[in-house]
């Protein structure tokens, strides 16, 4: 039966992690969504969790829910700040949304210390250097 249910894939939603200064000033690290598509997305629910393996001990990190009632098209939104000492954990981020009426359901999985420099690329819309997930 899981077979015949339809799973939309939209193109163009991707999530993103920045460096920037953060409101003092210092360098801080963000999670972002962006939506480079045409479509306007609503109701976005997103979940976000960190797991594995640190030093040879099991870790996680609590389990983070927010809201977005509406992403514009092509524009991007601050999800939440994420500290160094969770990067070498898998960051999850589930989300899940709705586009022109259907829902869509996706996971964005950071793997263990995947956001280095040499992984950077330019998140579209922001113009910014970040690691991303598309």
Not at 62 to 78: D, F, I, K, Y
Not at 111 to 128: Q, R
């Amino acid at each position: 039966m899981k077979k015949d249910i339809a799973l939309p894939k939209l193109e163009g939603v991707a999530m993103a992690i920045v460096q920037e200064a953060d409101p003092e000033g210092d360098a801080a690290w963000y999670v972002y969504l962006v939506n480079d598509t045409d479509k306007e997305l609503s109701n976005v629910l997103i979940s976000s969790r960190g797991y594995g393996t640190i030093k040879g001990e099991e870790r996680s990190t609590s389990t983070m829910r927010h809201h977005l009632p509406v992403l514009q098209e092509r524009n991007w939104a601050r999800i939440e700040r994420i500290v160094e000492e969770v990067f070498p954990l898998n960051n999850q981020y589930w989300l899940s949304f709705y586009a022109d009426g259907t829902i869509h359901d996706r996971k964005f999985i950071f793997v263990p210390d995947s956001i280095h420099e040499e992984n950077y690329t330019t998140v579209p819309l922001m113009g910014l250097r970040g690691v991303m997930i598309g």
